[in-house]
């Protein structure tokens, strides 16, 4: 079987590149734009192997990406190519726009014209809203409306609402994950954990909007992987399945955790002015998926945090060369 996975050079299409490779004896393509988060330098262990190619592209240049389909023909489509930074989506609306929606009808378009098995849709919980705080009973379920909160989560769930739209018009024989923020190697370094660490280690200040009271569900990328790769080989056709990591933690207790692990003082935390739009809380019900797949979350945020903060100790040659000459956001 051939995959084709878009955004690959990212931080879950990476993870997600390498799990398929150390598990299955099948050819992977991956196609990534190597914009602003993209890093080559991400799939060094990947370019060794022979069942892996590497193009670069967008995924909304339809020449590009037919001429792909046309010589490859990939069983499997991944689409985790996205911006995805909610902040930059409030700066420039319009161009995750192009990439998130325009570049989805493309794959989809070359999906229909050349046909594969599965065309797979990476989403976001964040198509949601956001819940109340005092509210800890209620959870985001696949029949939660959609209620987005920023450009970013308004183009994702424009996305998954076309992606659905050809399951029905065309019979695209698609599948959709919404999953809760990940952490792990290779994310971003002006993503919020890694940023808390990398700033961490540098004795920088540590942004935190508003007074950090805000929930995220933490999902190690491993166990996201994990989830993608049962939903493209037995997930049913047309459905949504929501994965979350049973791991709620307010932003405070997340740069408490790492500054305790890293032996570093609270002076660091630096209180900003909140963000347009913050959603106060995320939580996942990931019972479909559990019942019919069979899957669960088999990483506690206290060990994925360990694991996480050491590769970041370990691999610095990897973020240094990721923030020189950027401007990283918080």
Not at 30 to 41: E, I, M, R, S, W
Not at 223 to 231: S, W
Not at 288 to 297: N, V, Y
């Amino acid at each position: 079987m051939k995959i084709l996975v878009t955004g690959g050079a990212g931080f879950i299409g990476s993870n997600f590149i390498y799990y398929q490779l150390s598990k299955y004896a099948d050819e992977v393509i991956c196609l990534d734009a190597l914009t602003y988060a993209g890093n080559l330098k991400t799939l060094d262990l990947a370019m060794h192997d022979s069942r892996f190619k590497f193009l670069k592209g967008s995924i909304s240049d339809r020449e590009f990406v037919y001429s792909i389909f046309e010589l490859e023909h990939p069983d499997i489509v991944v689409n985790f190519a996205a911006e995805s930074h909610v902040d930059r989506s409030i700066l420039n609306p319009e161009l995750f726009l192009k990439t998130n929606v325009i570049g989805t009808e493309v794959l989809m378009d070359a999906c229909r014209k050349y046909g594969i098995e599965r065309y797979h849709q990476v989403s976001t919980d964040e198509v949601y809203g956001d819940l109340p705080l005092e509210r800890t009973d209620l959870f985001f379920t696949e029949n939660t409306s959609l209620n987005t909160s920023s450009p970013y989560s308004a183009s994702k769930a424009a996305a998954d609402l076309l992606v659905l739209s050809y399951s029905r018009t065309y019979d695209l024989p698609i599948s959709i994950s919404r999953c809760s923020n990940n952490y792990g190697p290779y994310h971003f370094p002006e993503k919020f954990i890694p940023l808390i660490i990398i700033n961490a280690l540098c004795d920088k200040s540590i942004p935190v909007y508003g007074n950090g009271e805000n929930v995220r569900d933490w999902l190690y990328v491993e166990d996201h992987c994990h989830a993608i790769d049962l939903i493209i080989r037995e997930g049913r056709i047309g459905e949504i399945y929501n994965v979350g990591g049973h791991n709620e933690k307010t932003n405070i207790e997340i740069v408490k955790t790492i500054l305790d692990e890293l032996g570093k003082g609270y002076h660091l935390i630096d209180f900003v002015k909140d963000r347009p739009g913050h959603d106060r809380r995320y939580a996942i019900n990931p019972k479909k998926i559990s019942e019919e797949l069979g899957w669960s979350p088999n990483t506690k945020f206290k060990d994925g945090i360990k694991k996480t903060i050491k590769w970041y100790l370990k691999r610095r040659d990897w973020w240094e060369d990721m923030i020189i000459g950027k401007e990283i956001l918080i």
